[in-house]
């Protein structure tokens, strides 16, 4: 459904984007992440077509963002941040704008309307005129202007900002039904989203792609991944970090705790053996007839494996 092609976006002498390419199908959920300035917003105003780009192409369901600008755009639903309303109108008001904007026909605009404003939960407002509104129904009513034609893709940036606990997880249970028929990009910051609701995660820096994949994959690289903890008594704690080091799945131990009875250890996995570290401890322990107190495998961090790969040239 969106085919992105070298995308280039310079502001005079800045590149704010460098060659960036991804495709995403109907039925994919794509959380677009980066440091702020690297390049997300205006990736995302150019698969829009808001933004011309400077190079490359972009096409929605098989059209030219730029040659067939109004049949790529009728396919797409924009959620842009800081979404601006007008505050004179109702709630309903605005969302009938909306289709009518959007070319839907007279005998459906009620009905689209009703649709949008059960799926974005805006019954409780849907008389009040926009000015009176708190912010998370003001993003709320955003959010369904963005879907009211029913949309094959959807473009999101930050659709959850401003809202309340309960009214960010509505919304990620929202993205993720409606993922399932539709091919959806948005961008966020906050990385607890990507695993709530995305079947798959790019991280972007400096204007280029630096990572992509399923949350399972991403966090596999975290440098945490795999790392086992060991709590284990029955022989002296020398012996068993000696015995730990010889593992090959093992590329270094940490003694947390050690005393003549047993020891306490983080066991760091060789490169390609985080799948087999666990497995392996656990055949030295057994094989001395040790005791296991604890045995912990770490999950990888969508957190620590961002801060890993988009440190700036000061942090490395």
């Not at 019954?123 to 009211?148: M, N, W």
């Not at 250890?265 to 007839?289: E, M, Y």
């Amino acid at each position: 459904m969106i085919v992105v092609e070298n995308l280039h976006k310079h502001f005079g002498s800045k590149v704010a984007v460098d060659g960036v390419s991804f495709t995403v199908k109907k039925g994919e959920v794509l959380g677009f992440l980066g440091p702020n300035g690297a390049g997300k917003s205006t990736t995302m105003r150019m698969v829009t077509g808001f933004l011309p780009p400077t190079k490359g192409r972009v096409t929605i369901g098989g059209a030219d963002i730029e040659e067939n600008e109004i049949e790529a755009k009728s396919k797409i639903g924009y959620l842009p941040e800081a979404a601006p309303l007008y505050s004179d109108m109702t709630v309903e008001g605005f969302l009938r704008f909306a289709a009518e904007m959007r070319r839907v026909p007279a005998r459906e605009i009620k009905a689209a309307v009703d649709r949008a404003i059960e799926t974005t939960f805006l019954e409780p407002v849907r008389h009040q005129s926009v000015d009176t509104l708190s912010k998370g129904y003001r993003h709320r009513t955003c959010f369904a202007q963005s879907i009211i034609h029913d949309p094959e893709v959807l473009i999101l940036d930050e659709p959850t900002d401003g809202l309340d606990p309960n009214q960010k997880q509505e919304i990620r249970q929202l993205i993720r039904r409606m993922g399932e028929t539709k091919a959806i990009i948005f961008s966020t910051h906050i990385l607890e989203e990507v695993e709530a609701s995305c079947t798959r995660a790019m991280i972007i820096d400096r204007g280029r792609v630096i990572a992509d994949g399923t949350p399972a994959e991403l966090m596999a690289k975290a440098s945490n991944a795999g790392i086992v903890t060991l709590r284990a008594h029955g022989l002296a704690g020398s012996g068993i970090k000696a015995e730990l080091e010889k593992l090959a799945a093992a590329a270094s131990v940490e003694v947390i705790d050690s005393d003549e009875n047993g020891i306490t250890a983080r066991i760091t996995p060789a490169k390609g053996k985080a799948d087999k570290l666990s497995a392996a401890v656990f055949g030295v322990c057994k094989d001395k007839n040790l005791t296991i107190d604890e045995l912990r495998v770490e999950e990888g961090r969508l957190d620590l494996l961002f801060r890993e790969i988009t440190k700036t040239d000061a942090d490395k």
